[in-house]
């Protein structure tokens, strides 16, 4: 969109639709003729919407895309125009109080956003031009520029390195506020450059901005004076980023390669998708009913109307003539505008207030989770954070869980165990002495025959210290010096642990401090040769050819080193089933058995493969990946070929294990999760057996649950066709677990119910693939119906070998399925974001793997067992607080507006409000408003720390209990009936308006405030009654807006004012009270009203924390109290209990 | 989202700013503050409702409501309460002729006898009563102009829109604008006790006192200017179209109840809640002796000057002799009400006791195995 958009804006050029070519330093090159200055946007970032200008109306646009608004300025506009019952005034104040909050708020961000932008724009940088260091602000910056940056400073823009103070050519920059990773990341400069910049005469061809952050080609054509151009591939590590910072770098150069809008930052900031929950959706569906009610009652109105009329002299009296223009008015218009002044009328039954407040109620109720200080995390000094609080409630309704293994259920925190060389076990022991030889071996087979040749384990070792990315952490160049003058008395006289490692995997780290206790010693890499010091304290160099990155797909990673005798070696590590076709067959017997047992000991294995490669062989090698690095196009595939290639018929040394331990408190999560009704899927990428004893460490899979095994193994049994045999598995699995289950009953707990057999389900990314993608000649669709079926009947399942993406179609598929259950992922790492985003719920955990997953999360929590309260706690009480304050909206406003509607029938259909214009207005802003809100902010139905001990309490609400037709049907009901008596109510005590014992008779107004004093305590009271929560907010909200309601009609009708037209209410409301009758009607209409209420509450079971000590009063019980309050801290609400 | 968008554009490192509204201590690294309030852990009263607390509840509201509606009942119904339709629809009924020959401008009186079986103690209120009457239709309703009758000397001669069409009349603005005063009620009413000789005597009717005392005294006000003389205060303004004679000759007698404060006017402006009301017209006051009953029973003759027509929109007229308690008029729903709410909660306690009695200790016994 973007590119299509630059393309537009500098198109013609057809070159540039797949690369842009910068001169570097705006220096023409001889190369091409004629020199054009590209234009590229300048270097000013804009991530505020607003101008100005603008703001207003781009802002009001934006608000009434929103239907709501929309709807409400129809009726608006409506009342401006036609002749209303109502002043625009009642509709439109409210509007226009929702738009001003709204647009306040969103100006405020805006603000915010402009002077963020303000500071970044206005930095002043340090720009090379014509030989001199110009100071310029940094949104001048063109791409082409050549810009210095100092240590800790930020790049203001993507550059190209091209020079560097230290002397190796690199700089340190950390990325932290772009990804999380805080380790400093070393980018290199362009091999070859002039170290004098100003006669260095370049072009830069690169790729259009894209936003993957670590993705980047591009070439540099470096002209000089008499030679041929020399072309230099550039790739992202020639790429200084926007926004990260450079570290231990005294001064870099860099030239400007993408500027402003087009950094990779700045696309990496496009705003998400917007998830909506489940609960807004059932507000749309309520909102339909009440629609439909509002026209069904406008349309009965306008039509009762005109039969009304059409009897003798009940159009047009004598003493209520219509005006001229009434008279001339076409008659099918005149209903029309009737019918409208209907639907303006009643329009209070769908409340503008409602979204205000379930946005406030979300956005002030989001605040709970960051301050929750049980999830702060004392280690990473940080709490929850939430991105959206459009999903409070949501957290409450989750019916599967999809959580990653890898960071999420286990720490990340890799710790070394053993290894085994060519078949031999060496466990480590803890003992740091044994620098002479680890002859320590597992216990039984313990004798120094076992152990492998001494050369295969220097090379073993050598290869865990060499195959790698690895950095040693500097904590200064000092500090270097003076390892390198006496290195050996300063390593030896720390702990080794001490050495600060920092890599992109923990795997990595845990491997090399794993060689480290066997005595080889990783000391760094400099100059491009990796220096290693061996068992004899000998320093060993090695120069590094070339890196073959770690990617997930190939799920290995390979060194080309040359050592000093000169010998070209390939160590390559990687998964056991990436490395076992790639080297000799008969090492791989040997070593396959430890693997497997060590997998089924939930460690994480890595095999270790080398090759000696020969001059030509290397020769080849190296000729194909430069071609690869330097190719602008494809150059991925490029590569992964060229790895392929060269990372063949290796020999195998050994393999390692490494422990990842459980987080904290995992398998009690899981099991509270369990145990509330969500279903738990772990979705990883390690292999089956690491992945299933981390479930049953987890207690995911228990002893008794029978695992259905759907892999590459079970589907290679049967020595048949893939398809058929996973045919034939689909269909016994079937049987067994959703033919064969009985039917589960509602309430069954997990735990209590052993007397059905539990499945568990194993199934691995190769045959999801093929249940996902089946050839197209197999019946696909019913693979895929049989594949959830079986896993909807299993406790937990569990995917492993995963890719990303299949992890996002898992989610998916049970998203989409029968019932669109509600779905939560949550993981740690760039491999979870798909999953995080396709789910319902993403959740990040703040983990050690970056920060993406928890930028695209909803919600980012510290540690796993935070998800606990999460769920259970805040998202059980935030679905039980919006769905009651989306009921208890609908149903204050049908009781609102249903006597208005009762009174057309006795006042001729004449759209006569019963309220005062002021009352209607206030009614959803000002008296009813602030009690609902402090309930839906403070409600505690349950106690949190019941709620956490019974996982099960969260099975009531699931499927969103509270919002289904049947409660919507009670509380409508409620509100009609409400509605009904306090019309009827007030209508029979007007029988007789004479209600003053001086004889003197009420009017109009007095009946509708007499009913509007009903109402509005009616509701209010209902709150209280529905309250089980009373902190001293709540009561003073509840109290305070009756207070205010009376007091505010005391001042309303006690002032002639001079604004107003009519003085409707002039001293109405204290004529009302000096009335006793009028009082013994509202006592007794508001006691009436909410008499159905009390009995259904002492009728229906007791729930919660009181439910036992309850039962235990009632007998005993003779207070004469209506409610029994006990105060108390709701943490000692149990204390109730004797 | 916004708001999210933009906690990602703090995190940038360039600023730190104040935290975003919708990451709220996002980017903060402290630990959370331990207050009652941000935990949700303030102290609460956590009532609770069962069958056990709200029992004695419905005994109280019974034992309450059943006392205050019998109380009620016989209040009401102590109440004397008199009521004659002088419409004249019936053809043997004494104002048929002059409901059939309406017209405007022609007085037409008519007497109609009746007779009260028991005496009227203390003040009886007479009212007059109007049937299928709208003064609640909108239309009808806003067509008036308050600040005119608050005595605004602008809005006399220049009345609200609101008004139309009773806004201008021959040129010349209304005073009182609008379709309520226009319709003022202009039946004379007038009360005569038939001695059993026959001779007859008029009952004084007091005509004060039957208008709020706030409407009277600072709702309407007439427009400044000589107190004393209003004809010339209202001289550019003429009379509602069905009116007989101008507003500052309603009560030429009395200039504290002339013009707009005239208080049959201002009981006529109250518009009433229902299509059927009363609106009070005259207070017979009670005798200063005390010994004689304010109306004896016997024969009583009610002279009317026939004004008001009614019969084109099928509306009945009716005159009403009321005494008053303390709660009001005679009204017996309220006494019913309260009577049957205080049984029914009464009713209901039983019912509660009876079946919370099995219900608790069924659910007691439920609770052993667990």
């Given at each position: 969109?973007?590119?299509r958009?630059?393309?537009?804006?500098?198109?013609?050029d057809e070159?540039r639709?797949?690369?842009?070519?910068i001169?570097?330093?705006?220096r023409p090159?001889?190369?091409?003729?004629?020199?054009?200055p590209?234009?590229?946007?300048?270097?000013?970032?804009?991530?505020?919407?607003?101008t100005?200008?603008?703001?207003?109306?781009?802002?009001?646009?934006?608000?009434?895309?929103?239907?709501a608004?929309?709807?409400?300025?129809?009726?608006?506009l409506?009342?401006?125009?036609?002749d209303?019952?109502?002043?625009p005034?009642?509709?439109?104040?409210p509007?226009?109080?929702?738009?001003?909050v709204?647009?306040?708020k969103?100006?405020?961000?805006?603000?915010?956003?402009h002077?963020?932008?303000?500071e970044?724009?206005?930095y002043p940088?340090?720009?090379?031009?014509?030989?001199?260091?110009?100071?310029?602000?940094?949104?001048?910056?063109?791409?082409?520029?050549i810009?210095?940056?100092?240590?800790?400073?930020?790049?203001?823009?993507?550059?190209?390195?091209?020079?560097?103070t230290r002397?190796?050519?690199?700089?340190?920059v950390?990325?932290?506020s772009?990804d999380g990773?805080?380790?400093?990341?070393?980018?290199?400069?362009?091999?070859?450059?002039?170290?004098?910049?100003?006669?260095l005469?370049?072009?830069?061809?690169?790729?259009?901005?894209q936003?993957?952050?670590?993705?980047?080609?591009?070439r540099?054509?470096?002209?000089k004076?008499?030679?041929?151009?020399a072309?230099?591939?550039?790739?992202?590590?020639?790429l200084?980023?926007k926004?990260a910072t450079?570290?231990?770098?005294?001064?870099?150069?860099g030239?400007?390669?993408?500027?402003?809008?087009?950094?990779?930052?700045?696309?990496?900031?496009?705003?998400?998708?917007?998830?909506?929950?489940?609960?807004?959706?059932?507000i749309?569906?309520f909102?339909?009913?009440y629609l439909?009610?509002l026209?069904?009652k406008?349309?009965?109105c306008t039509t009762?109307?005109?039969?009304w009329?059409?009897?003798?002299g009940?159009?047009?009296?004598?003493?209520?003539?219509?005006?001229q223009?009434?008279?001339d008015t076409?008659?099918?218009?005149?209903?029309?505008?009737?019918?409208?002044?209907f639907?303006?009328?009643?329009n209070?039954i769908?409340?503008?207030?409602?979204?205000?407040?379930?946005e406030m109620?979300?956005?002030l109720?989001?605040?709970?989770?960051?301050?929750d200080?049980d999830?702060f995390?004392?280690e990473?000094?940080e709490?929850?954070?939430?991105?959206t609080?459009?999903l409070n409630?949501?957290?409450?309704q989750?019916?599967?869980?999809?959580t990653?293994?890898?960071?999420t259920?286990?720490?990340?925190?890799?710790e070394?165990?053993e290894c085994?060389?060519?078949?031999f076990?060496?466990?480590?022991?803890?003992?740091m002495?044994?620098l002479?030889?680890?002859?320590?071996?597992?216990g039984?087979v313990?004798?120094l025959q076992?152990?492998a040749?001494?050369?295969?384990e220097?090379?073993?070792?050598?290869?865990?210290c060499?195959?790698?990315t690895?950095?040693?952490?500097e904590?200064?160049?000092?500090?270097?010096?003076?390892?390198?003058?006496?290195?050996?008395?300063?390593e030896?006289?720390q702990p080794?642990e001490?050495r600060?490692?920092?890599?992109?995997?923990?795997d990595?780290?845990?491997?090399?401090?794993?060689?480290m206790?066997?005595?080889?010693?990783f000391l760094?890499l400099e100059?491009k040769s990796?220096?290693?010091r061996?068992?004899?304290?000998?320093?060993?160099l090695?120069?590094l050819l070339?890196v073959?990155n770690?990617?997930p797909?190939?799920?290995r990673?390979s060194?080309?080193?040359?050592?000093?005798?000169?010998?070209?070696l390939l160590f390559?590590?990687?998964?056991?089933?990436?490395?076992f076709?790639r080297?000799?067959?008969?090492?791989?017997?040997?070593?396959r058995?430890h693997v497997?047992?060590n997998?089924?000991?939930?460690?994480?294995?890595?095999?270790?493969?080398?090759?000696?490669?020969?001059?030509?062989?290397?020769?080849?090698?190296?000729?194909g990946?430069?071609?690869?690095?330097l190719?602008?196009q494809?150059?991925?595939?490029?590569?992964?070929?060229?790895?392929n290639?060269v990372?063949?018929?290796?020999?195998?040394?050994?393999?390692?294990?490494?422990e990842?331990?459980?987080?904290e408190?995992?398998?009690?999560t899981?099991e509270?999760l369990?145990g509330?009704g969500?279903?738990?899927?772990?979705?990883?990428?390690?292999?089956?057996?690491?992945a299933k004893?981390?479930?049953?460490?987890?207690r995911?899979?228990?002893r008794?649950t029978?695992l259905?095994?759907?892999?590459?193994?079970?589907?290679?049994?049967?020595g048949?066709?893939r398809?058929?045999?996973?045919?034939?598995?689909?269909l016994?699995?079937?049987?067994?677990?959703v033919?064969?289950?009985?039917?589960v009953?509602?309430?069954v707990?997990?735990?209590?119910s052993?007397?059905n057999?539990?499945?568990?389900?194993?199934?691995?990314?190769?045959?999801?693939?093929?249940?996902?993608?089946?050839?197209p000649?197999?019946?696909?669709?019913r693979?895929?119906?049989?594949?959830?079926?079986?896993?909807?009947?299993?406790?937990?399942?569990?995917c492993?070998?995963?890719?990303p993406?299949?992890?996002?179609?898992?989610?998916?598929m049970v998203?989409n399925?029968?019932?669109s259950?509600?779905?939560?992922?949550?993981?740690?790492?760039?491999?979870?974001?798909?999953?995080?985003?396709?789910?319902?719920?993403?959740?990040g955990?703040k983990?050690k793997?970056?920060?993406?997953?928890?930028?695209n999360?909803?919600?980012?929590?510290?540690?796993l067992?935070?998800l606990?309260?999460l769920?259970?706690?805040?998202g059980?009480?935030y679905?039980?607080r919006i769905?009651?304050?989306?009921?208890y909206?609908f149903?204050?406003?049908?009781?609102?507006i249903?006597?208005?509607?009762l009174?057309?029938?006795?006042c001729?259909?004449?759209q006569?409000?019963l309220?005062d214009a002021?009352?209607?207005?206030?009614?959803?802003i000002?008296f009813?408003s602030?009690?609902?809100?402090?309930?839906?902010?403070?409600?505690?139905h349950?106690?949190?720390?019941?709620?956490?001990?019974n996982?099960?309490?969260?099975?009531e609400i699931?499927?969103?209990?509270?919002?289904?037709?049947?409660p919507f049907?009670?509380?409508?009901?409620?509100?009609?009936?409400?509605?009904?008596?306090?019309?009827?109510?007030?209508?029979y005590l007007?029988?007789?308006?004479a209600?003053?014992?001086?004889?003197?008779?009420?009017?109009?107004?007095?009946?509708g405030?007499?009913?509007?004093?009903v109402l509005v305590?009616?509701?209010t009271l209902?709150?209280?009654?529905?309250?089980r929560?009373?902190?001293?907010?709540?009561h003073?909200?509840?109290w305070?807006?009756?207070?205010?309601?009376?007091?505010?009609?005391?001042?309303?009708?006690?002032?002639?004012?001079?604004f107003?037209?009519?003085?409707?209410?002039?001293?109405v409301?204290a004529?009302?009270?000096?009335?006793v009758?009028?009082?013994?009607?509202?006592?007794?209409?508001?006691l009436?009203?909410l008499?159905?209420?009390?009995l259904?509450?002492?009728?229906r079971?007791?729930r919660?924390?009181h439910?036992?000590?309850?039962?235990?009063r009632?007998?005993s019980?003779?207070?004469?109290?209506?409610?029994?309050?006990?105060?108390t801290?709701?943490?000692?609400?149990f204390?109730w209990s004797? | 989202?916004m708001?999210?968008?933009y906690t990602?554009?703090?995190e940038?490192g360039?600023h730190s700013?104040?935290?975003?509204?919708?990451?709220?201590g996002?980017s903060?690294?402290?630990?959370?503050?331990n207050?009652?309030f941000?935990q949700?852990r303030l102290?609460a009263?956590?009532?609770?409702?069962t069958?056990?607390t709200?029992?004695?509840?419905f005994f109280?509201?019974?034992?309450i409501f059943?006392?205050?509606?019998?109380g009620?009942?016989?209040t009401?119904?102590?109440?004397?309460e008199?009521?004659?339709d002088y419409?004249?629809?019936?053809?043997n009924?004494?104002?048929?002729?002059?409901s059939?020959?309406?017209?405007?401008?022609?007085?037409?009186t008519?007497?109609?006898?009746?007779?009260l079986?028991?005496?009227?103690?203390?003040?009886?209120?007479?009212?007059y009563?109007l049937?299928?009457?709208y003064?609640?239709?909108?239309?009808?309703?806003?067509?008036?102009?308050?600040s005119?009758?608050n005595?605004?000397k602008?809005?006399l001669t220049?009345p609200?829109?609101e008004?139309?069409?009773y806004?201008?009349?021959?040129?010349?603005?209304i005073?009182?604008c609008?379709a309520?005063?226009?319709?003022?009620?202009?039946?004379?009413?007038?009360?005569?006790?038939?001695?059993?000789?026959?001779?007859?005597?008029?009952?004084?009717?007091v005509?004060?006192?039957?208008?709020?005392?706030?409407d009277?005294?600072v709702?309407?006000?007439?427009?400044p200017?000589?107190?004393?003389?209003?004809?010339?205060t209202?001289q550019?303004t003429?009379?509602?179209?069905n009116?007989h004679k101008?507003?500052?000759?309603?009560?030429?007698?009395?200039?504290?109840?002339?013009?707009?404060i005239?208080e049959?006017?201002?009981?006529?402006?109250?518009?009433?809640?229902?299509?059927?009301?009363?609106?009070?017209?005259?207070?017979?006051?009670?005798?200063?002796?005390?010994?004689t009953?304010?109306?004896?029973?016997?024969?009583?003759s009610?002279?009317?000057?026939?004004?008001?027509?009614?019969?084109?929109?099928?509306?009945?007229k009716?005159?009403?002799?009321?005494?008053?308690?303390?709660?009001?008029?005679?009204?017996?729903?309220?006494?019913?009400a309260y009577?049957?709410?205080?049984?029914?909660?009464?009713?209901?306690?039983?019912?509660?006791?009876?079946i919370?009695?099995?219900?608790?200790?069924?659910n007691?016994?439920?609770?052993?195995?667990?």
């Amino acid at each position: 969109m973007l590119r299509r958009r630059i393309n537009l804006l500098f198109g013609g050029d057809e070159k540039r639709v797949d690369s842009r070519t910068i001169y570097v330093g705006h220096r023409p090159c001889p190369a091409t003729e004629a020199f054009i200055p590209p234009k590229f946007c300048d270097n000013r970032i804009v991530s505020s919407k607003y101008t100005i200008w603008n703001f207003l109306p781009k802002n009001l646009f934006e608000q009434f895309r929103r239907i709501a608004n929309f709807y409400f300025l129809i009726i608006f506009l409506v009342q401006v125009i036609v002749d209303t019952p109502t002043s625009p005034v009642t509709s439109g104040l409210p509007l226009f109080f929702v738009i001003t909050v709204t647009a306040i708020k969103q100006g405020y961000e805006d603000w915010l956003r402009h002077k963020a932008d303000y500071e970044v724009n206005k930095y002043p940088v340090i720009v090379l031009e014509d030989g001199r260091s110009i100071r310029k602000e940094s949104e001048k910056i063109k791409v082409g520029d050549i810009v210095e940056v100092v240590e800790d400073e930020t790049f203001p823009c993507d550059l190209i390195l091209l020079q560097s103070t230290r002397d190796d050519d690199t700089c340190f920059v950390t990325t932290a506020s772009l990804d999380g990773e805080s380790n400093h990341k070393t980018h290199y400069t362009v091999p070859d450059t002039e170290k004098d910049l100003q006669s260095l005469n370049a072009t830069i061809e690169c790729e259009q901005p894209q936003p993957d952050l670590y993705k980047f080609v591009g070439r540099m054509h470096i002209y000089k004076t008499d030679q041929e151009p020399a072309v230099r591939s550039l790739g992202p590590e020639n790429l200084l980023l926007k926004g990260a910072t450079l570290k231990n770098t005294k001064k870099i150069y860099g030239v400007a390669v993408y500027t402003g809008m087009e950094t990779k930052m700045a696309l990496n900031y496009q705003g998400k998708s917007q998830k909506r929950s489940a609960v807004e959706k059932s507000i749309n569906a309520f909102l339909l009913v009440y629609l439909c009610i509002l026209i069904s009652k406008a349309v009965v109105c306008t039509t009762l109307k005109y039969v009304w009329q059409s009897q003798d002299g009940q159009d047009e009296p004598w003493y209520n003539e219509k005006t001229q223009k009434e008279k001339d008015t076409y008659v099918y218009l005149k209903m029309f505008t009737d019918f409208l002044s209907f639907m303006v009328l009643f329009n209070f039954i769908i409340p503008v207030s409602m979204y205000v407040t379930v946005e406030m109620q979300k956005f002030l109720g989001s605040f709970f989770i960051t301050w929750d200080k049980d999830f702060f995390d004392p280690e990473i000094q940080e709490g929850a954070l939430v991105n959206t609080s459009d999903l409070n409630e949501e957290l409450g309704q989750v019916e599967y869980v999809f959580t990653d293994k890898t960071g999420t259920l286990t720490q990340n925190n890799m710790e070394y165990i053993e290894c085994c060389i060519d078949g031999f076990q060496y466990r480590n022991s803890d003992s740091m002495s044994e620098l002479d030889g680890f002859c320590v071996t597992d216990g039984p087979v313990s004798k120094l025959q076992q152990k492998a040749g001494r050369d295969k384990e220097e090379l073993f070792l050598r290869a865990l210290c060499l195959c790698h990315t690895v950095q040693v952490k500097e904590a200064g160049p000092d500090e270097i010096d003076s390892d390198q003058v006496d290195g050996l008395v300063s390593e030896l006289s720390q702990p080794d642990e001490q050495r600060g490692f920092i890599a992109s995997s923990p795997d990595e780290v845990a491997l090399v401090k794993g060689a480290m206790k066997h005595g080889f010693t990783f000391l760094g890499l400099e100059n491009k040769s990796m220096k290693i010091r061996n068992r004899e304290n000998n320093v060993e160099l090695y120069d590094l050819l070339h890196v073959l990155n770690f990617d997930p797909v190939r799920r290995r990673m390979s060194v080309i080193v040359r050592s000093k005798s000169g010998e070209t070696l390939l160590f390559c590590k990687g998964a056991d089933s990436s490395i076992f076709p790639r080297v000799r067959q008969e090492e791989v017997d040997r070593i396959r058995m430890h693997v497997e047992r060590n997998a089924t000991e939930g460690y994480r294995t890595l095999c270790v493969a080398y090759k000696q490669l020969s001059p030509e062989e290397f020769a080849v090698a190296d000729a194909g990946l430069r071609d690869a690095r330097l190719a602008l196009q494809d150059r991925e595939e490029k590569l992964m070929a060229v790895y392929n290639q060269v990372e063949t018929s290796m020999s195998l040394i050994g393999a390692t294990a490494v422990e990842d331990r459980l987080q904290e408190e995992a398998a009690e999560t899981m099991e509270a999760l369990q145990g509330a009704g969500m279903k738990v899927w772990v979705l990883t990428g390690d292999k089956m057996e690491t992945a299933k004893s981390t479930c049953y460490a987890c207690r995911l899979f228990q002893r008794g649950t029978e695992l259905l095994e759907l892999t590459v193994r079970t589907l290679e049994d049967g020595g048949r066709k893939r398809e058929e045999r996973l045919h034939e598995l689909l269909l016994d699995y079937h049987k067994k677990a959703v033919q064969d289950a009985p039917p589960v009953k509602a309430g069954v707990t997990r735990s209590w119910s052993t007397a059905n057999q539990e499945y568990g389900f194993i199934v691995d990314g190769a045959t999801l693939s093929l249940v996902m993608n089946p050839s197209p000649d197999t019946n696909s669709s019913r693979y895929k119906s049989l594949f959830l079926q079986i896993c909807q009947n299993c406790t937990a399942v569990l995917c492993c070998r995963m890719a990303p993406l299949q992890k996002a179609q898992i989610v998916k598929m049970v998203k989409n399925s029968k019932g669109s259950p509600i779905t939560l992922s949550i993981g740690d790492g760039a491999n979870d974001v798909s999953m995080i985003l396709e789910a319902h719920v993403g959740i990040g955990i703040k983990g050690k793997e970056g920060r993406q997953a928890v930028r695209n999360s909803d919600y980012a929590i510290p540690k796993l067992k935070h998800l606990k309260k999460l769920l259970l706690a805040h998202g059980h009480l935030y679905y039980v607080r919006i769905a009651h304050l989306v009921q208890y909206f609908f149903y204050k406003n049908l009781c609102f507006i249903l006597p208005q509607f009762l009174y057309q029938f006795f006042c001729g259909y004449s759209q006569q409000p019963l309220y005062d214009a002021a009352y209607l207005t206030m009614y959803n802003i000002c008296f009813t408003s602030m009690p609902i809100l402090a309930f839906s902010l403070l409600e505690q139905h349950i106690a949190i720390e019941y709620l956490l001990d019974n996982a099960t309490l969260y099975r009531e609400i699931a499927k969103n209990a509270m919002l289904k037709w049947g409660p919507f049907l009670y509380w409508t009901v409620l509100g009609i009936f409400q509605g009904l008596l306090f019309f009827f109510g007030v209508k029979y005590l007007f029988s007789n308006p004479a209600l003053q014992d001086n004889g003197q008779v009420f009017g109009n107004w007095s009946y509708g405030t007499i009913v509007f004093t009903v109402l509005v305590f009616t509701v209010t009271l209902k709150l209280a009654l529905d309250t089980r929560h009373w902190t001293w907010i709540n009561h003073f909200v509840i109290w305070g807006s009756l207070a205010f309601y009376v007091f505010f009609s005391f001042f309303w009708g006690g002032i002639i004012w001079p604004f107003l037209k009519q003085q409707r209410l002039y001293f109405v409301f204290a004529n009302m009270l000096s009335s006793v009758s009028a009082w013994l009607v509202i006592i007794l209409l508001i006691l009436l009203s909410l008499l159905p209420d009390i009995l259904l509450m002492v009728f229906r079971k007791p729930r919660g924390p009181h439910a036992r000590q309850m039962k235990r009063r009632l007998p005993s019980s003779g207070t004469s109290t209506i409610f029994m309050l006990s105060q108390t801290t709701s943490t000692h609400s149990f204390s109730w209990s004797d | 989202m916004m708001a999210s968008s933009y906690t990602a554009k703090e995190e940038d490192g360039h600023h730190s700013g104040s935290a975003a509204a919708g990451g709220p201590g996002s980017s903060k690294s402290k630990k959370p503050d331990n207050t009652a309030f941000k935990q949700q852990r303030l102290p609460a009263w956590q009532p609770i409702l069962t069958a056990g607390t709200v029992l004695p509840a419905f005994f109280v509201i019974g034992l309450i409501f059943i006392p205050i509606g019998i109380g009620l009942f016989v209040t009401s119904n102590n109440i004397r309460e008199f009521e004659i339709d002088y419409t004249g629809v019936d053809t043997n009924s004494p104002c048929n002729r002059c409901s059939q020959t309406y017209s405007w401008n022609i007085s037409c009186t008519c007497s109609v006898p009746f007779s009260l079986e028991q005496p009227f103690e203390s003040n009886v209120f007479m009212y007059y009563g109007l049937s299928n009457f709208y003064q609640n239709h909108r239309r009808y309703v806003k067509s008036r102009d308050d600040s005119q009758l608050n005595g605004d000397k602008s809005s006399l001669t220049n009345p609200s829109k609101e008004c139309e069409p009773y806004r201008i009349s021959e040129k010349k603005p209304i005073a009182p604008c609008g379709a309520i005063a226009n319709s003022l009620f202009n039946d004379t009413l007038e009360l005569y006790y038939i001695y059993p000789n026959g001779s007859r005597t008029l009952i004084p009717l007091v005509k004060k006192g039957i208008a709020w005392w706030t409407d009277k005294h600072v709702k309407f006000r007439n427009p400044p200017g000589n107190n004393d003389n209003l004809t010339i205060t209202f001289q550019d303004t003429t009379k509602p179209v069905n009116w007989h004679k101008p507003v500052y000759e309603l009560d030429p007698n009395d200039p504290d109840n002339n013009g707009f404060i005239n208080e049959d006017f201002i009981v006529w402006m109250r518009t009433a809640a229902l299509p059927t009301f009363r609106k009070l017209y005259r207070i017979i006051q009670k005798n200063k002796d005390n010994m004689t009953p304010t109306l004896p029973r016997g024969n009583y003759s009610l002279e009317i000057a026939y004004n008001y027509p009614v019969r084109s929109f099928d509306g009945r007229k009716r005159m009403i002799l009321s005494t008053i308690s303390w709660m009001g008029g005679k009204n017996p729903f309220l006494g019913i009400a309260y009577i049957t709410v205080g049984s029914v909660c009464f009713f209901l306690g039983v019912v509660l006791l009876i079946i919370h009695h099995k219900y608790g200790n069924r659910n007691n016994n439920a609770d052993i195995p667990n």
